[in-house]
């Protein structure tokens, strides 16, 4: 009897904290489709209670929001499939090393990792600069390059760590190199890790807000978060149409996370430096 | 000088390589190439010019410690450096404590707490432009959810931010609610713990919360460390957006952390020195808070 009301008591607390969690999120989809210019109301409103979806139409036409949906996109679609190339190569890379060599690289990639990227800021700016891709897409699709970030290659690394020595040595004993033991082995064997890099590489480049705003000037390139950002200067108190381009902004970001959730909640996580993998 | 000198050594060695280890290095050569080029030269260069003077038109000149002693002196960054310490102070042990509560109470096996587990991820993931502007909602003083819930159970329902140190508690506020890196980290944590030693307690007659302080405690404390570390540097650097997006650093100066100071002296005033020295003075601040905390923690560690 006790144990029971102890565990209905368990779930209640669960649920409670949960919906602490969700609660913020969904109070901002509820006033997304509230009337503008509305007397606000008295008492918290737990349903739309006239659902206003004109409101999201209507973002889009007050600022340029399709375009910056489009660089957003843009943005995506080139940073997200280059990081899953250099950072599977990297991660494959560093498990083939010799073992002293694995070491000072694993430790060179934690110590980049704890580098706090506003110490980057202005000098990236002007690596930029000289590369001729400030003031462009390039700019914000500059970090795929190298793997966006040490973490990914990390993941990688684990991943391809948990292979047997056994295979990739039989691979190269039948003549593999390198690169068809990365496309035949590696990338098939890998694609959990795949999916949830792919996911955090998304997450990563879709919600970058710092970047656009250091380096990038011209309107005609500024990306969603600048949109919804330059919709919060015109108007800071016009809520429902803030909550509709933050509900925008948020909801490819929600599902992906929805789709993948078994991920994040064990092999995404850099706890895993401390499992001795 | 020394750099050309290595290059020598390592081609020759590059070149007596056996033909798979060259190709490997080859598929490191991005990874390498780019985290040099847009992350450890960029913050290396900040070190060095925190000691000269530099607005970026011409070439820096060596002014050795004035930018530092014009960091000390200026009220200004004085007080943001005060205000991102308040905020670490607060953040940090209650997103860490919030995180270990989470994961002690969630750690369940279950569809259910499956579910409550990824509910806590959720605000996680959320882009953070979108993130602050929702909480701008929920915080509005007059008719936000927040207050309405507060008011409706006979609470006081504080500005937030409209007065200075509400607004600078809202920025810790949201940032308790995005701690999913930490949760996951410690579940791992705890899932690492044999259950034999619970049971070994049992035996002996150990309470919960002996067993807590005696086992889970100092066998997490690695987890804890690593996460404290990750935690100065990741949820200072996360005030950038929601200061920028939501108050600007207002009311007054209240809520300007270093991330806003850093983008103000870097990009608006354009005065580089003294940006680098502000950076190379807080870094080395949360340095020391950093092996201070390591002692306390590896002293916990020991116990064991």
């Known amino acids: 009897m006790i144990a029971t009301l102890k565990r209905v008591l368990h779930w209640l607390t669960g649920f409670v904290l949960a919906a602490m969690f969700v609660l913020p999120l969904y109070w901002a989809v509820v006033a997304s489709l509230r009337q503008p210019g509305l007397p606000p109301s008295p008492a918290i409103e737990w349903w739309p209670v006239a659902a206003r979806w004109r409101n999201y139409a209507e973002i889009f036409e007050m600022v340029p929001l399709a375009l910056y949906l489009r660089n957003s996109l843009v943005v995506v679609l080139f940073a997200v499939p280059l990081t899953l190339f250099t950072a599977s190569w990297a991660g494959f890379a560093l498990s083939q090393l010799p073992r002293p060599a694995q070491r000072r690289w694993l430790m060179a990639s934690v110590v980049v990792l704890l580098v706090p990227s506003m110490s980057a800021w202005m000098f990236r700016y002007r690596i930029l600069d000289w590369l001729g891709l400030l003031d462009t897409l390039g700019a914000l699709i500059a970090p795929a390059a190298g793997a966006s970030s040490p973490l990914f290659v990390l993941l990688y690394y684990w991943t391809c760590r948990r292979i047997p020595d056994e295979v990739y040595e039989s691979a190269r004993l039948d003549g593999a190199n390198a690169w068809t033991i990365w496309q035949k082995i590696v990338s098939p064997l890998a694609w959990p890790t795949t999916a949830g890099v792919l996911v955090l590489a998304f997450l990563l480049y879709w919600s970058d807000f710092t970047s656009p705003v250091l380096y990038i000037y011209r309107p005609d390139l500024y990306t969603l978060p600048i949109g919804v950002q330059l919709l919060n200067q015109m108007d800071r108190t016009n809520f429902p149409l803030l909550m509709a381009g933050s509900v925008v902004m948020m909801l490819p970001a929600v599902v992906l996370f929805a789709l993948t959730q078994r991920f994040f909640l064990h092999e995404l996580s850099i706890g895993r430096l401390l499992e001795g993998e | ?304």
């Open chain 2, 1 to 304: 000088m020394c750099y050309h000198a290595r290059m020598r050594f390592r081609l020759p060695a590059l070149r007596s390589m056996p033909a798979y280890q060259r190709q490997v290095c080859l598929f490191l050569l991005p990874y390498a190439l780019g985290t040099l080029v847009l992350t450890v030269l960029p913050a290396l260069a900040t070190l060095v010019i925190a000691f000269t003077r530099y607005q970026a038109v011409s070439p820096p000149t060596w002014a050795g410690l004035e930018n530092l002693q014009r960091a000390l002196r200026s009220p200004y960054i004085r007080t943001v450096l005060h205000n991102s310490f308040f905020f670490l102070a607060l953040a940090v042990p209650l997103r860490l404590l919030g995180a270990l509560l989470l994961a002690l109470l969630l750690q369940r096996r279950g569809r259910l707490f499956g579910l409550y587990r990824a509910a806590i991820y959720l605000p996680t993931v959320i882009p953070e432009a979108a993130y602050a502007l929702i909480w701008t909602w929920i915080l509005n003083p007059l008719y936000g959810p927040l207050n309405l819930v507060l008011r409706g159970l006979g609470l006081p329902a504080p500005a937030w931010l409209a007065e200075p140190w509400s607004a600078r508690l809202s920025i810790v506020i949201l940032s308790l609610f995005q701690i999913g890196e930490g949760f996951v980290v410690l579940l791992t944590g705890l899932q690492n713990i044999p259950r034999s030693y619970y049971e070994a307690a049992a035996v002996d007659g150990a309470s919960g919360w002996q067993a807590f302080f005696r086992i889970t405690l100092p066998l997490l404390a690695p987890w804890l460390l690593l996460l404290v570390l990750r935690d100065l540097i990741v949820s200072l650097q996360n005030t950038f957006a929601p200061s920028f997006i939501m108050t600007y650093g207002g009311p007054g100066f209240a809520t300007t952390f270093l991330p806003l100071l850093v983008y103000e002296l870097a990009f608006d005033v354009v005065d580089l020195g003294l940006a680098s020295a502000t950076l190379v003075l807080a870094w080395a601040l949360i340095g020391l808070t950093a092996l201070g905390i390591w002692n306390i923690l590896s002293g916990l560690r020991r116990q064991e």
